[in-house]
T-cell receptor, first 115, second 113 residues
Framework: ETGVTQSPTHLIKTRGQQVTLRCSSQSGHNTVSWYQQALGQGPQFIFQYYREEENGRGNFPPRFSGLQFPNYSSELNVNALELDDSALYLC??????????????FGPGTRLTVT | DQQVKQNSPSLSVQEGRISILNCDYTNSMFDYFLWYKKYPAEGPTFLIS?????DKNEDGRFTVFLNKSAKHLSLHIVPSQPGDSAVYFC????????????FGPGTRLSVLP
C-alpha cells in the first residue's frame, strides 16, 4: 500500500509569483484535504476535494485554489504569492464514507519559502 | 481566535512514567476529536480519536479522555518511551465527513531515557 506522497519537497519562490504543489493520495482514498502549517503552529485547513469537487473550504482567499483528478491525486495552486504564504503545506487523504470516517493520512509536506 | 488550544508548548517526562498532554476547545459544535503525532520531516500521523458520545477511548499505551462540560480532552501515554518524543497535535471536527479539522498549536513531548 502506497502512502500519501507530495512534490516537490522544498520550493523557493518570489513574492508575486505563482506556485503549484502536488499530492498523490493513498491507494483507495477518494478524498484529499490541504493544510497550511506556519512555523510553531498547527496545520490550518485550506480546502478538501471529493470526487473532483471542492467539498469544504477554510478561511483562505480565492488565490488559493485546487484541483482533484480522476485518479484522486490533487494540486494546490497559489497565485500572487505573499511573504506570509511561507509555510509547510500538507496534503491528507481519507476514505470518505468508509472505515474510520475522520481518519486522515498525511503526506510529508512541501516546504514553501517566499522571498 | 484559537478554537483549539494546547497551552503547554513543551513537556519533558522520564522514560517509563506517564505523559499527559492537554487540549481545550471553545466550539461546542465539535463532536469528534483526534490526536496526531509528528516527527521532524514527516507528516502528522494519526494516533487515537474519540467521539463526543464517549468519555474515554483506549488503544494500547494511549488513552484519550474527553470532558465535554469542561471542553477539555487529554492524552495519556503509559508507559512513556523515548520513541514517543514528537510534537503532538490535538484536532477537532464538527461534521460527519472530516472536513475542516481545526488543529491546536501542538505540544512537544520529550521522553528522557
Amino acid at each position: 500500500e502506497t502512502g500519501v506522497t507530495q512534490s516537490p519537497t522544498h520550493l523557493i519562490k518570489t513574492r508575486g509569483q505563482q506556485v503549484t504543489l502536488r499530492c498523490s493520495s493513498q491507494s483507495g482514498h477518494n478524498t484529499v484535504s490541504w493544510y497550511q502549517q506556519a512555523l510553531g503552529q498547527g496545520p490550518q485547513f485550506i480546502f478538501q476535494y471529493y470526487r473532483e469537487e471542492e467539498n469544504g473550504r477554510g478561511n483562505f482567499p480565492p488565490r488559493f485554489s485546487g484541483l482533484q483528478f480522476p485518479n484522486y491525486s490533487s494540486e494546490l495552486n497559489v497565485n500572487a504569492l505573499e511573504l506570509d504564504d511561507s509555510a509547510l503545506y500538507l496534503c491528507a487523504s481519507s476514505p470518505l464514507g468508509g472505515g474510520v470516517p475522520y481518519e486522515q493520512y498525511f503526506g510529508p509536506g512541501t516546504r514553501l519559502t517566499v522571498t | 481566535d484559537q478554537q483549539v488550544k494546547q497551552n503547554s508548548p513543551s513537556l519533558s517526562v522520564q522514560e517509563g512514567r506517564i505523559s499527559i498532554l492537554n487540549c481545550d476547545y471553545t466550539n461546542s459544535m465539535f463532536d469528534y476529536f483526534l490526536w496526531y503525532k509528528k516527527y521532524p520531516a514527516e507528516g502528522p500521523t494519526f494516533l487515537i480519536s474519540i467521539s463526543s458520545i464517549k468519555d474515554k477511548n483506549e488503544d494500547g499505551r494511549f488513552t484519550v479522555f474527553l470532558n465535554k462540560s469542561a471542553k477539555h480532552l487529554s492524552l495519556h501515554i503509559v508507559p512513556s518511551q523515548p520513541g514517543d518524543s514528537a510534537v503532538y497535535f490535538c484536532a477537532a471536527s464538527g461534521n460527519n465527513y472530516g472536513q475542516n479539522f481545526v488543529f491546536g498549536p501542538g505540544t512537544r513531548l520529550s521522553v528522557l531515557p
